[in-house]
């Protein structure tokens, strides 16, 4: 009776956290304080508002620590008794779809790209103009000190930072030099050493799709996926899982069937059971701010070879112009696009089998919503 008693009461509880947990979308503005928290409905993928918070500065590229409860957010601030606005990152707490910032430490350059790594002692940081990738302490109460711990020289265009799942090695794709710098994460003495080579060549530049932009890494596969800005394409590279280090398998176009224009890949996903990938392709055949030009801005999805992690490419989809952030959330039924420059959200079901995606709802957002992450409470 009283092992029947138990069973019933760990099965009451186990539903009860099924319900309470819930997903959420945040997003950032690179033209307005508002930081917002929307939760998400991962049956019918719609959005709700939860929650707003005005920064300190405005908003940017964001992270979240392993367990979700604190989120990094690089961002402006205006410098006390001046109209200069200066690089910091805030540091925020996060509990139940709510923030509160705690924190705002100044920081030398602004990085278009930052990464908690996964003991959440270190921030790490790619920077587009000066060419370097910086690391960041984080003392005990979680806050990002902007206490510089290492600064590498690596070339213009860093883009972004992330690292394995391992976290034992880190990735900086670069746009100008076609390549992607590849590191080993000491964490004993807090420092990135660059392998040998320090870097991958991206594909070849007589190929329409070079320059790599970001990266993700396959959530169980020893594969990564790089999206490539130039012309706009995704790569496949294959991992070392003991030394680091990366190679070139693959390289497709990412753009919508007979496209001429300019197009410039952006962001790239891979869904949280490694079916598909995705990558965002930026419409930006000129003149660039022209409303009247008829846009072709997507979102590309691909299938992921169970076993050899290659792609075979499924198609591209509409979305709003400029997406130069997008997420999947943890479900991996629901994608969603920032549409950089007409301030519109788009929101997507993945077809679970096929992979291709079904926009149900478009929504209204701040002044430049430049990131997107989402996160299951």
Not at 224 to 240: D, H, T
Request: charged share 20%; hydrophobic share 30%.
């Amino acid at each position: 009776m009283q092992r029947t008693i138990l069973i019933l009461l760990a099965s009451v509880c186990g539903s009860y956290l099924q319900v309470a947990a819930k997903e959420y979308l945040f997003l950032s503005h690179n033209r307005d304080n508002a930081l917002v928290s929307y939760v998400i409905d991962p049956e019918k993928g719609s959005l709700k508002k939860h929650a707003t918070l005005d920064l300190t500065g405005t908003g940017g590229p964001m992270s979240l620590s392993r367990d979700g409860r604190l989120l990094y957010v690089q961002g402006h601030q205006k410098k006390a008794g001046s109209k200069q606005n200066l690089p910091h990152v805030f540091t925020l707490k996060v509990k139940s779809g709510k923030f509160h910032q705690f924190h705002a430490a100044k920081i030398n350059d602004r990085a278009p790209s930052i990464y908690v790594d996964n003991t959440g002692k270190l921030l790490l940081g790619a920077h587009y103009g000066p060419g370097k990738v910086s690391v960041w302490e984080i003392d005990e109460q979680g806050r990002c000190t902007g206490e510089l711990l290492q600064e590498i020289e690596t070339a213009p265009r860093a883009h972004f930072v992330t690292t394995d799942p391992s976290n034992r090695f880190a990735y900086v794709p670069h746009t100008s030099p076609n390549a992607i710098f590849q590191f080993s994460l000491n964490l004993k003495k807090d420092k990135l050493i660059p392998l040998n080579p320090p870097r991958v060549e991206g594909p070849d530049k007589d190929h329409r799709y070079h320059e790599p932009r970001h990266y993700a890494h396959h959530p169980s596969l020893s594969m990564g996926y790089s999206s490539n800005e130039r012309g706009g394409g995704v790569s496949a590279w294959s991992f070392n899982e003991k030394t680091g280090h990366l190679s070139l398998k693959q390289t497709l176009s990412s753009l919508p069937d007979g496209y001429e224009g300019n197009g410039a890949g952006a962001d790239v996903h891979v869904t949280p059971n490694g079916k598909f990938v995705y990558v965002s392709n930026r419409d930006y055949t000129p003149p660039r701010n022209d409303p009247k030009v008829k846009r072709r801005d997507s979102i590309a999805a691909f299938r992921i070879h169970p076993k050899t992690g290659l792609l075979t490419r499924i198609g591209t989809f509409p979305t709003e112009h400029a997406p130069r952030s997008f997420c999947i959330d943890l479900s991996g039924k629901n994608l969603y696009v920032a549409g950089q420059h007409v301030n519109k959200l788009a929101a997507y079901r993945i077809n679970q089998e096929s992979g291709e995606l079904n926009r149900h709802t478009t929504y209204d957002t701040k002044e430049v919503p430049i990131w997107i992450t989402c996160w299951k409470d």
